[in-house]
C-alpha cells in the first residue's frame, strides 16, 4: 500500500480530530439519552444481562462474566469502567430504583470500592425488566426492515451481532435515578426523583400536553433522593425544571437528644445526596481535635445493617442548636445542589426542561407502542392466515390426504396443494407439518376459537394504531400498572424557603481572656492568664535578634489582622490562634499561612469586631503610595491564607499599615529627613484588591515611616550616624496630600543625617540594637524635646558597635534581657 502525504495546517488537523472526539464522548459515552435516561455502556450492561438470561427471576451470575461479555460483544473499553458502571447502578444510595441486583461488596456510602468482580454476583433487578420489556420484538422488527422504528438496532464494533441504540424504558428512567456525567464541554447533573410523582406528572402530560410547569409541579413535588435529607427551595426546583438550571440545598436530616448530666446529643439519621459519611465524620472530628469547636467532646458513627446513624456528643451545657448550625455551614451536612439537565435529545445535548423531558419520554413511548403494536399486528395476521388454511385443510381432510399421498416429497406435496387447492405457500407449508394428533375434532374447536381470537386481537391493535388516543390510553394503563407495583413513599422532604444559618460565636467559641503576642520574626501564639500570671509577663521565648511587635490581652471571641510587606493581610480569629506556654516559643506564621518568600509582618492589630463604621485599615509603601479601606471590608469567612490588601508593585514593598478614624491625621517621613502631615480624608476609600494614590512627592529616596498621629503626640527619629531626636508632632505643618513636605533635620554637606527609623513615643524603652549585637536602651521620657531642624543627640557610637539594624520602643523588655 504506498503512502501518501497530506500538507495541512497543524490547526486544521487537530480542530478535526478534536472534534470528531467531542463529538463520540458528547453523544456515545458521557451524556445520558433523554428517552431511556441510560448512558450507552449501561445501556449495553442492561442488553447484555438480558441477552444471557441474567434476569430477576434467575440465580445471580458472576459479576466477571457479564463485564466479560459486555466489552466482548458490545462495548470495546476496559473492563474497569464498565464493571464500575455496573456497580453503580446496583447502589441503593446512587440510584433511586437501582437497575442492577448485585450479592457481595458494592461498595458504600464511606466511598469504600466495590470488591473486585471475580467476586460479586449480579443479575437484573426486577424493575430492570421494564427497561427492557418486549425487547426480542423490536430486535425482530428491525432485522424484518419494520418501517416503524423506535428501538432501531445496530451492528455491534464487530457486525457480528446487534444492538439497540436505545432501550423500550417503560418508565421515566431519566428523571427516576438521575444522572450526572462530565463530557467535552458539557457536565449534566440530573438528580433522582420519585418514581409515583414522576408517573403522574407524565399522566397530566398526556391528558394535558400544554401543562406548565406550576400545574406539573402540583404532582411531580422535585426531586427525592434515595439518601432521604431535606430539600430545601422550591423556587429553585422551580426554575430548573423551566430552564434546566437552579439551585436547591440540601440538609441532612438531624435530631436533638437530651443526655443525663446536662449534656445533648446530635444525631443524624440522613445525609445529602452523594455525601462521603466517613469524610463527614472525619471532616466533624477535625473540628474537635484542632479546637475549633471545643462543645464537641465525642463523634461516633453508629451505622449499622438498620441504617445511618452517626451522634455527635457535646460537652456539659453546651446548646447543641448553635453546634449544629456551625456544623451545616462548614460542613457536607448542608450541601447545594445545582441542576444542569443536559441530555441527547434528537442526537444533540439539549439543556432539558421539566416539559420538555416528559414530551422526549411521551414521544418515545408512542413510537414504542406503535411499533409494538406493528409487530403483535403482523404476527396476528401472519397467524390467522395460517389458521385458515388449517381451518380449510380439515374441512377437505380426506381430499388434502389424498393430494399428499399421490406426492413423491414435500416440496411436490405443497405444490400440489397450493395447484389444486388454492393454498398459500405458507399454509401449504403449515399443514404438510400439521401433526397426525391435531386431526381431532377437539383442535378443530381450538382451532375456530383461536380463529375468533385473533381477528378480535387484530381488531383491537388496529384501533390503537388508527387512533392516538387509544394510543395514549395504552401508555396510560402500562404507566398505571407499572406505578402500582413499583410506587414508594418519598424519602426526601421539601421545604419552600432555603433557611439562613445564624452562627453565633459565643455558642463556638468559650470566652476566655488570653494574651496574644506576634513577634517581628513572626512567631505567634495565645497564652492562658494563669501561664502569663506565672511568669509574671517576663521570660518571654524568643531568638536573640527577634523583639515583640505586638502583645495584647484579648478574648478567644476576638480578632486579629497581620500585615505583611507584600501587600497582603491575614486574618486570625483569636480563638484558632496556637495555644502555647508564656515560656514556650510560639509557632511560626508560616506553619498557619503560607506566605511569599522574603515576606515578613510590618503590623499587627487587634479588634473586638470588624464590624466597626467608620473605621478604615490605612496603607503606604516606601515609594510614596498610599490608599484606604473600609475596616468592614476584611471580614472574612476562610483564615488558611492570606489575601490582598495592597497591590504592590515588585519594586515596591509595604512599610506601614494602621487603623484611622475618617477624623485622624497622617504623617509620612522619608530617609532623606522630608516630612509629611495631612488629613486622612484627602486619600479616598477604595476597595481591597487596588493599589494606591500618590502619599508624597519623593526625589532619590524612600518613605520609611507612616502613621496616625494626634496633635500632642511625640516623634522618635533615629539617624543612620546614632542619633536620636523627640519632637512634637506639630512641628510638622499640616499640608496637602502628594506635597514635598518640610525638612526635619538640618542639612549637612559632609556625612549628612538618614533617617533609618521613627516612632511614636509612648511609655517605655527606646531599644537600638547594631549589627555587632550592641543593644542601646534609652527611657523615653528621659529624651528631651528638639526643635524640628535639630539633628537630636548621639546615643550610639555606629563606629565602634557597628551599623544600627532595628529600633522599636518596648515596655520592660529591656529588664528582661
Given at each position: 500500500?504506498?503512502?501518501?502525504?497530506?500538507?495541512?495546517?497543524?490547526?486544521?488537523?487537530?480542530?478535526?480530530?478534536?472534534?470528531?472526539?467531542?463529538k463520540y464522548i458528547i453523544q456515545d459515552r458521557a451524556l445520558p439519552d433523554a428517552r431511556d435516561g441510560l448512558k450507552p455502556v449501561q445501556r449495553r450492561i442492561l442488553y447484555a444481562m438480558s441477552e444471557e438470561g441474567n434476569t430477576h427471576d434467575k440465580p445471580f451470575r458472576k459479576a466477571a462474566k457479564t463485564v466479560g461479555n459486555v466489552i466482548g460483544n458490545y462495548h470495546p473499553h476496559g473492563d474497569t469502567s464498565v464493571y464500575e458502571a455496573m456497580v453503580r447502578m446496583s447502589?441503593?444510595?446512587?440510584?433511586?430504583?437501582?437497575?442492577?441486583?448485585?450479592?457481595?461488596?458494592?461498595?458504600?456510602?464511606?466511598?469504600?470500592?466495590?470488591?473486585?468482580?471475580?467476586?460479586?454476583?449480579?443479575?437484573?433487578?426486577?424493575?430492570?425488566?421494564?427497561?427492557?420489556?418486549?425487547?426480542?420484538?423490536?430486535?425482530?422488527?428491525?432485522?424484518?426492515?419494520?418501517?416503524?422504528?423506535?428501538?432501531?438496532?445496530?451492528?455491534?464494533?464487530?457486525?457480528?451481532?446487534?444492538?439497540?441504540?436505545?432501550?423500550?424504558?417503560?418508565?421515566?428512567?431519566?428523571?427516576?435515578?438521575?444522572?450526572?456525567?462530565?463530557?467535552?464541554?458539557?457536565?449534566?447533573?440530573?438528580?433522582?426523583?420519585?418514581?409515583?410523582?414522576?408517573?403522574?406528572?407524565?399522566?397530566?402530560?398526556?391528558?394535558?400536553?400544554?401543562?406548565?410547569?406550576?400545574?406539573?409541579?402540583?404532582?411531580?413535588?422535585?426531586?427525592?433522593?434515595?439518601?432521604?435529607?431535606?430539600?430545601?427551595?422550591?423556587?429553585?426546583?422551580?426554575?430548573?425544571?423551566?430552564?434546566?438550571?437552579?439551585?436547591?440545598?440540601?440538609?441532612?436530616?438531624?435530631?436533638?437528644?437530651?443526655?443525663?448530666?446536662?449534656?445533648?446529643?446530635?444525631?443524624?439519621?440522613?445525609?445529602?445526596?452523594?455525601?462521603?459519611?466517613?469524610?463527614?465524620?472525619?471532616?466533624?472530628?477535625?473540628?474537635?481535635?484542632?479546637?475549633?469547636?471545643?462543645?464537641?467532646?465525642?463523634?461516633?458513627?453508629?451505622?449499622?445493617?438498620e441504617g445511618l446513624r452517626v451522634v455527635i456528643e457535646l460537652k456539659k451545657d453546651i446548646p447543641a442548636q448553635g453546634i449544629l448550625n456551625y456544623l451545616l455551614k462548614i460542613t457536607d451536612l448542608q450541601v447545594t445542589y445545582?441542576?444542569?439537565?443536559?441530555?441527547?435529545?434528537?442526537?444533540?445535548?439539549?439543556?432539558?426542561?421539566?416539559?420538555?423531558?416528559?414530551?422526549?419520554?411521551?414521544?418515545?413511548?408512542?413510537?414504542?407502542?406503535?411499533?409494538?403494536?406493528?409487530?403483535?399486528?403482523?404476527?396476528?395476521?401472519?397467524?390467522?392466515?395460517?389458521?385458515?388454511?388449517?381451518?380449510?385443510?380439515?374441512?377437505?381432510?380426506?381430499?388434502?390426504?389424498?393430494?399428499?399421498?399421490?406426492?413423491?416429497?414435500?416440496?411436490?406435496?405443497?405444490?400440489?396443494?397450493?395447484?389444486?387447492?388454492?393454498?398459500?405457500?405458507?399454509?401449504?407449508?403449515?399443514?404438510?407439518?400439521?401433526?397426525?394428533?391435531?386431526?381431532?375434532?377437539?383442535?378443530?374447536?381450538?382451532?375456530?376459537?383461536?380463529?375468533?381470537?385473533?381477528?378480535?386481537?387484530?381488531?383491537?391493535?388496529?384501533?390503537?394504531?388508527?387512533?392516538?388516543?387509544?394510543?395514549?390510553?395504552?401508555?396510560?394503563?402500562?404507566?398505571?400498572?407499572?406505578?402500582?407495583?413499583?410506587?414508594?413513599?418519598?424519602?426526601?422532604?421539601?421545604?419552600?424557603?432555603?433557611?439562613?444559618?445564624?452562627?453565633?460565636?459565643?455558642?463556638?467559641?468559650?470566652?476566655?481572656?488570653?494574651?496574644?503576642?506576634?513577634?517581628?520574626?513572626?512567631?505567634?501564639?495565645?497564652?492562658?492568664?494563669?501561664?502569663?500570671?506565672?511568669?509574671?509577663?517576663?521570660?518571654?521565648?524568643?531568638?536573640?535578634?527577634?523583639?515583640?511587635l505586638f502583645e495584647q490581652t484579648m478574648n478567644t471571641q476576638h480578632h486579629l489582622l497581620l500585615f505583611t510587606n507584600r501587600g497582603q493581610y491575614m486574618y486570625q480569629p483569636v480563638h484558632v490562634l496556637p495555644d502555647i506556654r508564656w515560656k514556650d516559643l510560639g509557632q511560626h506564621i508560616s506553619g498557619i499561612i503560607p506566605l511569599e518568600e522574603q515576606e515578613e509582618i510590618i503590623a499587627v492589630y487587634g479588634f473586638v469586631t470588624l464590624d466597626e463604621k467608620e473605621q478604615y485599615v490605612v496603607t503606604a509603601t516606601k515609594d510614596g503610595q498610599i490608599k484606604r479601606s473600609a475596616l468592614t471590608d476584611y471580614v472574612v469567612s476562610r483564615y488558611s491564607r492570606a489575601m490582598k490588601t495592597m497591590n504592590v508593585k515588585k519594586t515596591d514593598e509595604m512599610i506601614a499599615a494602621f487603623v484611622a478614624s475618617s477624623t485622624a491625621q497622617v504623617l509620612l517621613t522619608t530617609t532623606e529627613g522630608q516630612a509629611l502631615r495631612f488629613d486622612v480624608e484627602e486619600v479616598p476609600v477604595t476597595g481591597l484588591r487596588t493599589g494606591g494614590v500618590k502619599a508624597m512627592a519623593l526625589k532619590d529616596e524612600e518613605v520609611n515611616f507612616a502613621n496616625v498621629v494626634q496633635s500632642d503626640d511625640d516623634i522618635i527619629i533615629v539617624t543612620q550616624r546614632g542619633a536620636v531626636k523627640k519632637m512634637k508632632a506639630t512641628e510638622v505643618p499640616v499640608a496637602n496630600r502628594a506635597q514635598r513636605g518640610v525638612q526635619i533635620l538640618t542639612t549637612l554637606k559632609n556625612n549628612p543625617h538618614k533617617i533609618i527609623a521613627t516612632q511614636i513615643a509612648k511609655e517605655g524603652d527606646l531599644i537600638i540594637e547594631t549589627e555587632k549585637a550592641h543593644i542601646e536602651a534609652i527611657a523615653v521620657k528621659t529624651l528631651p524635646h528638639n526643635e524640628r531642624l535639630s539633628n537630636g543627640s548621639f546615643k550610639v557610637d555606629t563606629k565602634v558597635e557597628g551599623a544600627i539594624c532595628t529600633v522599636y520602643i518596648a515596655p520592660n523588655i529591656f529588664e528582661q534581657k
Amino acid at each position: 500500500m504506498q503512502e501518501k502525504f497530506q500538507d495541512l495546517p497543524l490547526e486544521e488537523v487537530m480542530g478535526d480530530r478534536f472534534g470528531r472526539y467531542s463529538k463520540y464522548i458528547i453523544q456515545d459515552r458521557a451524556l445520558p439519552d433523554a428517552r431511556d435516561g441510560l448512558k450507552p455502556v449501561q445501556r449495553r450492561i442492561l442488553y447484555a444481562m438480558s441477552e444471557e438470561g441474567n434476569t430477576h427471576d434467575k440465580p445471580f451470575r458472576k459479576a466477571a462474566k457479564t463485564v466479560g461479555n459486555v466489552i466482548g460483544n458490545y462495548h470495546p473499553h476496559g473492563d474497569t469502567s464498565v464493571y464500575e458502571a455496573m456497580v453503580r447502578m446496583s447502589q441503593d444510595w446512587k440510584a433511586r430504583h437501582m437497575l442492577i441486583e448485585m450479592h457481595g461488596n458494592n461498595g458504600s456510602v464511606d466511598g469504600d470500592p466495590a470488591a473486585a468482580m471475580r467476586y460479586t454476583e449480579a443479575r437484573l433487578s426486577t424493575i430492570a425488566a421494564e427497561m427492557l420489556r418486549d425487547i426480542n420484538k423490536f430486535k425482530e422488527a428491525s432485522a424484518d426492515g419494520d418501517e416503524h422504528i423506535a428501538i432501531k438496532f445496530i451492528p455491534n464494533f464487530d457486525e457480528q451481532d446487534l444492538e439497540p441504540t436505545v432501550l423500550p424504558a417503560r418508565f421515566p428512567n431519566l428523571l427516576v435515578n438521575g444522572s450526572t456525567g462530565i463530557s467535552a464541554g458539557y457536565a449534566t447533573d440530573i438528580p433522582p426523583h420519585n418514581l409515583d410523582e414522576v408517573i403522574e406528572a407524565v399522566l397530566m402530560r398526556l391528558s394535558k400536553p400544554t401543562s406548565s410547569v406550576e400545574e406539573l409541579m402540583t404532582v411531580l413535588k422535585g426531586p427525592d433522593f434515595p439518601t432521604g435529607g431535606t430539600i430545601q427551595g422550591v423556587d429553585g426546583i422551580k426554575k430548573a425544571y423551566e430552564t434546566g438550571r437552579g439551585k436547591i440545598v440540601v440538609r441532612a436530616k438531624s435530631t436533638i437528644e437530651t443526655l443525663k448530666g446536662n449534656k445533648e446529643q446530635i444525631v443524624i439519621t440522613e445525609l445529602p445526596y452523594d455525601v462521603n459519611k466517613a469524610n463527614l465524620v472525619k471532616k466533624i472530628d477535625e473540628q474537635r481535635i484542632d479546637k475549633k469547636l471545643d462543645g464537641i467532646a465525642e463523634v461516633r458513627d453508629e451505622s449499622d445493617r438498620e441504617g445511618l446513624r452517626v451522634v455527635i456528643e457535646l460537652k456539659k451545657d453546651i446548646p447543641a442548636q448553635g453546634i449544629l448550625n456551625y456544623l451545616l455551614k462548614i460542613t457536607d451536612l448542608q450541601v447545594t445542589y445545582n441542576f444542569n439537565m443536559i441530555a441527547i435529545h434528537n442526537r444533540r445535548p439539549t439543556m432539558m426542561t421539566l416539559p420538555l423531558l416528559l414530551d422526549a419520554y411521551i414521544d418515545h413511548q408512542k413510537a414504542v407502542v406503535k411499533q409494538r403494536t406493528n409487530y403483535d399486528l403482523h404476527r396476528a395476521k401472519k397467524r390467522l392466515h395460517i389458521v385458515e388454511g388449517l381451518i380449510k385443510a380439515l374441512s377437505i381432510l380426506d381430499k388434502v390426504i389424498d393430494t399428499i399421498r399421490a406426492s413423491k416429497d414435500k416440496r411436490n406435496a405443497k405444490d400440489n396443494l397450493i395447484t389444486q387447492f388454492t393454498f398459500t405457500e405458507a399454509q401449504a407449508e403449515a399443514i404438510v407439518s400439521l401433526q397426525l394428533y391435531r386431526l381431532t375434532n377437539t383442535d378443530i374447536t381450538s382451532l375456530q376459537q383461536e380463529h375468533a381470537a385473533l381477528q378480535a386481537e387484530i381488531t383491537q391493535l388496529e384501533a390503537i394504531l388508527a387512533s392516538d388516543n387509544k394510543l395514549i390510553a395504552v401508555i396510560k394503563k402500562e404507566l398505571k400498572q407499572l406505578q402500582k407495583t413499583f410506587k414508594e413513599p418519598r424519602r426526601s422532604m421539601i421545604q419552600a424557603k432555603i433557611e439562613e444559618i445564624e452562627v453565633t460565636l459565643d455558642v463556638l467559641v468559650p470566652s476566655e481572656d488570653v494574651v496574644v503576642t506576634v513577634t517581628k520574626d513572626g512567631y505567634i501564639k495565645r497564652t492562658s492568664l494563669r501561664s502569663h500570671a506565672a511568669s509574671n509577663g517576663k521570660d518571654l521565648a524568643m531568638k536573640e535578634s527577634d523583639y515583640i511587635l505586638f502583645e495584647q490581652t484579648m478574648n478567644t471571641q476576638h480578632h486579629l489582622l497581620l500585615f505583611t510587606n507584600r501587600g497582603q493581610y491575614m486574618y486570625q480569629p483569636v480563638h484558632v490562634l496556637p495555644d502555647i506556654r508564656w515560656k514556650d516559643l510560639g509557632q511560626h506564621i508560616s506553619g498557619i499561612i503560607p506566605l511569599e518568600e522574603q515576606e515578613e509582618i510590618i503590623a499587627v492589630y487587634g479588634f473586638v469586631t470588624l464590624d466597626e463604621k467608620e473605621q478604615y485599615v490605612v496603607t503606604a509603601t516606601k515609594d510614596g503610595q498610599i490608599k484606604r479601606s473600609a475596616l468592614t471590608d476584611y471580614v472574612v469567612s476562610r483564615y488558611s491564607r492570606a489575601m490582598k490588601t495592597m497591590n504592590v508593585k515588585k519594586t515596591d514593598e509595604m512599610i506601614a499599615a494602621f487603623v484611622a478614624s475618617s477624623t485622624a491625621q497622617v504623617l509620612l517621613t522619608t530617609t532623606e529627613g522630608q516630612a509629611l502631615r495631612f488629613d486622612v480624608e484627602e486619600v479616598p476609600v477604595t476597595g481591597l484588591r487596588t493599589g494606591g494614590v500618590k502619599a508624597m512627592a519623593l526625589k532619590d529616596e524612600e518613605v520609611n515611616f507612616a502613621n496616625v498621629v494626634q496633635s500632642d503626640d511625640d516623634i522618635i527619629i533615629v539617624t543612620q550616624r546614632g542619633a536620636v531626636k523627640k519632637m512634637k508632632a506639630t512641628e510638622v505643618p499640616v499640608a496637602n496630600r502628594a506635597q514635598r513636605g518640610v525638612q526635619i533635620l538640618t542639612t549637612l554637606k559632609n556625612n549628612p543625617h538618614k533617617i533609618i527609623a521613627t516612632q511614636i513615643a509612648k511609655e517605655g524603652d527606646l531599644i537600638i540594637e547594631t549589627e555587632k549585637a550592641h543593644i542601646e536602651a534609652i527611657a523615653v521620657k528621659t529624651l528631651p524635646h528638639n526643635e524640628r531642624l535639630s539633628n537630636g543627640s548621639f546615643k550610639v557610637d555606629t563606629k565602634v558597635e557597628g551599623a544600627i539594624c532595628t529600633v522599636y520602643i518596648a515596655p520592660n523588655i529591656f529588664e528582661q534581657k
